[in-house]
């Protein structure tokens, strides 16, 4: 790409790129090549400059006229700030310029080269087609490579490795070995490394944990080859292995603290084929000579039987080592509960891993561990940020509605409506900004600063393990990873959301003379009251509709059950009216109108006002600033009253209407009786006429009186929206932002932990009846510590879990493909719609199928475990970490008092096989109160109460790379030491092949989450840093930290 472009160093402040120099951006011509952007004076000249686009990221600010460009490094270099002729081109730019990388380089080799595959299968097989007879064309079903068969969504090829009889150079030197897998396509003559396994210290005949693994999408055929090649690691430390493309039967270089031992190669369909499943090969060394040694492959079917015992399994507890034992397999495979297309439409990219452990009774039990991402990554925040715009935009034009008011009000009421129309153009560009998303379906930590991308979650995954165990039945365990909802883009200079609502409501209680104060709870009861409204009057007016359709067909059953129907809406209407609040604001209101004459300072009182004269005494400011809005002598209070109770008096006409034509319809010969004393005040003249005729005029006068109800109600509840925005602006509509900013990232975890929670216990009776009559525990792990901008982030998390209260999830039957769920409500109160197909539907308890709401209950227990967390307990607070898990043990008490009261103790499995969840709960308490240092049994004790209790589990820390990878693998070990029965010498083993690098199978640089800002030695984010990091003695820091600030002094000194 090539093109002129102004560039100059700048940093980045909010909203605005101020360059650090004072000169104007320099043109130059541009051009880039690979990952190299050459920068010249002109076309003609030689390069002045060159920029290696490697280990930066593009970071684009877009308004109305232009889009600027702004390259940032790593290393802590200048910010490179570019900006093109016209808008088009400056998109471009930023396109190829976040694309020019190794890793997105090496992304769109791997693209292409399955493209090319795909485009060679179907020449080679429409070719076949063009020269074969006729009669035979349609009998040509199978393509030109054999496809293996397997189950739908599960992966195409699995096996396991263990050599034998390794031959060293020397004879007294211990191996530590591993296989490097590469797969050479049929239609190419081109070795692709793959995967490796773990290293297996100490031993000639290693038997590897990790498997090799195939997903579903990947192009292998029986024609397939695949190369095993064995490496002995002198250095493990150094040992790293990358995927690349090589040319067949070349070997690799040896690389730096490692040798070659042997390589070995065989057949997919040789493998496949096979009648016990299982190759014994011969390594052999590169010149296809000397043999060093065998090496078996076993296929892989999770799920099977296996007969075979393992007792001459030889355990050393310095080696790690064992012998391969052959699997006898029975051909009985396991029903795939993933297999949906409802869950397939809200996971994708699923990457597998395959290990097998040995037990402590010396069987083989087998894990499949998945990462998937989530569509709903994006698609939850778009759905809320929608909900979003239609609330405001119905809120701006009730605030519009209010009719006239004094210039004081007036003039408010133009600065609120100016300051949210702002916002609601914000919303409706990051909106916009969403819809044109393309690529990778999560948030990768290195964009958490990105303001278009700030209402997404950051690496949300579902990690999933799979356990077979020979004499337990099949388990799956799932954890929700997720970075920690917060507003990163806002920052965290002046703290988070708990912080910030506290302050702010308390500055809004002083708010001297421009506003009526109203509490929360006040004013989240107005929100509520205008909810009401424009959900039940279309409501009623359309059965009044269908109550008139049925006079005029004189149909007595439907008759009878419209009205039921409009009797019902309208006594939810007139209830929502019965508040002091609408009083209060009814009267606040008509002191606002111009021209009102004041003749004595009295405050409309509301109903958090009337019994508190007392409380006031002690605040005269308060009080003093709440009479500012007096009370008019002339005005009625009773007059609210008389036009809310003539909604009730007209429904009363019609339902006494309606029993009178039914009651002469049933007795048409007896002469009418006197009127009915509650029909009095109808004075409506029976003549025996038409139905419709006698009932249309109080049915209207019942419409009419609702629209005076609605009417006054809405003004007055929007100007105690109006004084509610008006006390704080803009702080006010900053807050609100940055609460659903936080609220969308926290909703789209909950939500697609929901879906895969109801899929997997769709055939368990007892988690379904917990659902819908206690709710769903759903328990987040924070990692995050109390030091510095965590702090920040762990008070945004805390609001945004608290707020997943507010939500509701109801399941329906999906009338079409699109599984994905829907969205209602308002800020406040959200219905989430789980759609499923028919036939899983049927399968729900007769409540949920009725649309029985079923309620969260989100509880947050953090525990810092990083080295900031060690400063922040020798010289910072941990108060903040305390009081939120005393806050959150009081509501999971809450749950576990309703779930032992309306749940039978015999009803779900998890509590027949304990009886101590009570103990738990205690246990969980005591640790809370010791208030110990690191205290990770709090984790522990959460995360297995959650799991007995049927609950959703997430683990959280800043980014959802290494403190969250950690804790999961660390979890997932402890569950098969606890609940398979994992044998005891091998839980270090099978924890450090689940954290190995090495093991990552097809998983590279561009699969990985955080592609395009991970550096060669930093982990992937589902694999990890040594234990050692979690474990740095604390004195170690503080003499670490001594030594800093002196070096610091001195320096400056």
């Known amino acids: 790409m090539i093109g002129f472009l102004w560039l100059g160093h700048g940093s980045l402040c909010p909203h605005v790129l101020i360059p650090n120099q004072l000169q104007e951006p320099r ?37 109305k006229a232009d889009v600027s460009i702004v390259l940032k490094f790593e290393s802590g270099e200048p910010d490179l700030y570019l900006e093109a002729a016209s808008k088009p081109d400056c998109e471009s730019w930023a396109v190829a310029l976040g694309e020019a990388n190794l890793e997105g380089l090496r992304n769109k080799i791997q693209q292409l080269r399955r493209l090319i595959m795909e485009i060679k299968e179907e020449r080679s097989s429409d070719e076949a087609r063009q020269f074969l007879p006729p009669s035979q064309v349609d009998s040509l079903g199978e393509p030109q490579f054999t496809s293996i068969q397997r189950i739908a969504n599960e992966p195409k090829l699995e096996f396991s490795l263990a050599c034998k009889d390794l031959v060293a150079a020397t004879r007294d030197r211990k191996l530590n070995t591993f296989i490097q897998v590469s797969v050479v396509h049929p239609a190419e003559h081109i070795l692709t490394r793959y995967s490796s396994t773990e290293i297996v ?259 949300l995954h579902l990690q999933r393990m799979h356990v077979h165990s020979p004499r337990l039945k099949d388990a799956l365990y799932d954890v929700i990873t997720v970075g920690a909802p917060a507003a990163h883009f806002q920052g965290f200079k002046n703290g988070g959301l708990r912080k910030l609502l506290s302050k702010f409501e308390a500055e809004r209680r002083n708010t001297g003379y421009q506003c009526i104060y109203y509490s929360p709870e006040n004013t989240a009861k107005a929100k509520e009251v205008l909810s009401n409204i424009n959900h039940l009057q279309p409501l009623i007016s359309s059965h009044a509709d269908l109550l008139l359709s049925s006079a005029s067909q004189r149909s007595p059953d439907s008759l009878k059950n419209s009205l039921k129907m409009l009797s019902e809406k309208t006594e939810l209407f007139v209830h929502a009216f019965k508040d002091q609040l609408v009083r209060s604001a009814l009267l606040a209101l008509y002191t606002a109108r111009p021209g009102c004459v004041l003749k004595k300072p009295a405050v409309p009182r509301n109903s958090a006002e009337e019994g508190g004269d007392s409380q006031h005494q002690d605040h005269p400011s308060q009080i003093k600033r709440q009479d500012s809005i007096p009370h008019h002598s002339e005005y009625d209070e009773e007059e609210w009253d008389r036009v809310w109770a003539n909604v009730a008096k007209s429904l009363n006409c019609v339902i006494a209407m309606v029993d009178r034509l039914l009651e002469k319809d049933n007795i048409s010969s007896i002469k009418e009786d006197q009127n009915d004393p509650s029909a009095a005040d109808c004075k409506v003249l029976h003549t025996g006429g038409d139905w419709y005729e006698q009932l249309y005029p109080l049915v209207i006068t019942l419409k009419d009186c609702m629209g005076e109800v609605v009417t006054r109600a809405k003004q007055s509840m929007a100007f105690v929206l109006l004084q509610e925005l008006a006390c704080g602006l803009p702080q006010c509509l900053m807050l609100t932002l940055r609460r659903d900013i936080v609220f969308s990232q926290a909703l789209a975890g909950l939500v697609c932990g929901f879906i895969i929670k109801l899929h997997t216990g769709l055939h368990d009776q007892g988690f379904l009846q917990q659902l819908h009559t206690v709710g769903l525990l759903v328990q987040y792990e924070g990692l995050l510590s109390t030091y510095s ?50 036939k899983m539907f049927e399968l729900l308890p007769q409540e949920i199928k009725e649309g029985k709401l079923l309620r969260m209950y989100p509880v947050l227990f953090n525990v810092g475990i990083n080295e900031q967390q060690t400063l922040a307990e020798r010289f910072g607070d941990t108060t903040l970490q305390e009081n939120i898990n005393q806050e959150n043990l009081e509501l999971l008490k809450e749950y576990y008092k309703l779930f032992t009261e309306k749940m039978p103790p015999d009803c779900l499995p998890h509590f027949q096989e304990q009886n101590d969840l009570k103990g738990l709960l205690e246990n969980l308490h005591q640790n809370i109160q010791a208030k110990r240092r690191k205290n990770v049994e709090i984790m522990w004790l959460a995360a297995t109460i959650c799991r007995k209790l049927n609950g959703v589990r997430f683990t959280c820390c800043k980014s959802a790379k290494d403190r969250t990878s950690m804790s999961v693998t660390l979890e997932q070990c402890s569950i098969l030491r606890d609940e398979h029965q994992l044998h005891k010498d091998f839980f270090i083993r099978a924890l450090d092949c689940m954290r190995s690098r090495q093991t990552q199978g097809a998983l590279n640089e561009s699969d990985d989450p955080e592609t395009g800002c991970l550096t060669d030695n930093k982990p992937t984010s589902r694999h990890f840093y040594p234990v050692a990091l979690l474990l740095v003695s604390s004195h170690l820091l503080v003499v670490w930290l001594i030594l800093s600030l002196a070096l610091l002094l001195a320096k400056y000194q």
């Open 27 to 63: 043109e130059r011509w541009c051009r880039l090549k690979g990952n190299l952007l050459f920068l010249m004076k002109n076309k003609s000249s030689d390069a002045s400059e060159v920029v290696i686009l490697e280990h930066c990221w593009v970071v684009e600010f877009r308004s």
């Open 201 to 459: 210290e100490g031993t000639r005949d290693p038997l590897f944990l990790t498997g090799v693994t195939f997903p579903p999408e990947y192009p292998i055929y029986e024609e397939t080859k695949i190369k095993l090649t064995v490496y002995d690691v002198k250095d493990k430390s150094q040992d790293t292995v990358r995927t690349s493309v090589l040319p067949d039967h070349k070997e690799p270089r040896a690389d730096v603290g490692r040798s070659f031992l042997g390589c070995a190669t065989f057949r997919v369909g040789d493998l496949v084929k096979s009648k016990e499943q299982q190759l014994t090969l011969t390594l052999r060394t590169s010149d296809g000579g000397k043999a060093v040694g065998t090496i078996e492959v076993n296929l892989v079917k999770m799920g099977e039987l296996e007969d075979g015992e393992t007792d001459h399994i030889t355990t050393d507890t310095q080696d790690q080592k064992c012998a391969l034992v052959r699997e006898c397999t029975a051909g009985e495979g396991i029903s795939g509960k993933d297999n949906l297309p409802s869950l397939n439409a809200v996971l994708k990219n699923p990457i597998c891993k395959l290990y097998r452990f040995p037990t402590s009774d010396n069987k083989w039990m087998r894990i499949r561990e998945q990462m998937a991402e989530t569509t709903l990554s994006f698609h939850v925040p778009k759905e809320l940020i929608n909900l979003h715009i239609k609330e405001d935009m119905r809120r701006n034009q009730e605030l519009k509605d209010l009719g006239e008011l004094a210039p004081h009000w007036d003039n408010m009421r133009k600065s609120v409506i100016a300051h949210c129309d702002q916002m609601l153009s914000m919303y409706q560009d990051t909106l916009a900004e969403l819809g044109k998303h393309t690529g990778s379906s999560f948030k990768s930590s290195c964009s958490k600063g990105e303001k278009t991308l700030e209402f997404i979650p950051i690496n």
């Open 789 to 838: 901008e965590e702090a920040g982030m762990l008070e945004d998390m805390a609001v945004g879990i608290s707020d997943l209260q507010k939500v509701m999830f109801k399941v329906i039957e999906a009338k079409s493909e699109d599984f994905l769920p829907i969205i209602t409500g308002r800020r406040e109160h959200y219905i989430i719609e789980v759609q499923l197909p028919a």
